[in-house]
C-alpha cells in the first residue's frame, strides 16, 4: 500500500497551493479519505475528511479558505488551500480508511507559509 502525497511547499501569506495523494495496492474499498497536520510542537490534528459518498468535515480554522475533494476511480484525494496563513505551516499528511477497516497513512507534505 503506498499513499503518495505531493503540493507542498512554500507560500507567502495569502497564497494557495493544492496538495494531491493517490491511494495505490489497496485492495479493500476506500472509505473515509482525508488530511491532517502536524505543527512543530503540537499534536497532529485532523484539517479535513471526505467520505466515498461525499460527505465532508472540516477543521474549524480552515473552514472557508480550504476545499478537500476526492476522485475515488484514481483513489485520490486532493486539498486546495486557499488564503494560507502562516499558522498553517505543518507537515500535512493524508489518511485512508477501507471497508473491511484499515487505515494508512501517507508520508507527509510539508507547507511552509512565509514571508
Known amino acids: 500500500v503506498q499513499l503518495q502525497a505531493s503540493g507542498g511547499g512554500l507560500v507567502q501569506p495569502g497564497g494557495s497551493l493544492r496538495l494531491s495523494c493517490a491511494a495505490s495496492?489497496?485492495?479493500?474499498?476506500?472509505?473515509?479519505m482525508g488530511w491532517y497536520r502536524q505543527a512543530p510542537g503540537k499534536q497532529r490534528e485532523l484539517v479535513a475528511i471526505?467520505?466515498?459518498?461525499?460527505?465532508?468535515n472540516y477543521a474549524e480554522s480552515v473552514k472557508g479558505r480550504y476545499t478537500i475533494s476526492r476522485d475515488n476511480a484514481k483513489n485520490t484525494v486532493y486539498l486546495q488551500m486557499n488564503g494560507l496563513k502562516p499558522e498553517d505551516t505543518a507537515v500535512y499528511y493524508c489518511?485512508?480508511?477501507?471497508?473491511?477497516?484499515?487505515?494508512?497513512w501517507g508520508q507527509g507534505t510539508l507547507v511552509t507559509v512565509s514571508s
Open positions: 495496492g489497496i485492495a479493500y474499498r476506500v472509505a473515509n
Open positions: 489518511n485512508v480508511d477501507t471497508i473491511p477497516y484499515a487505515n494508512y
Open positions: 471526505i467520505s466515498r459518498g461525499g460527505n465532508i
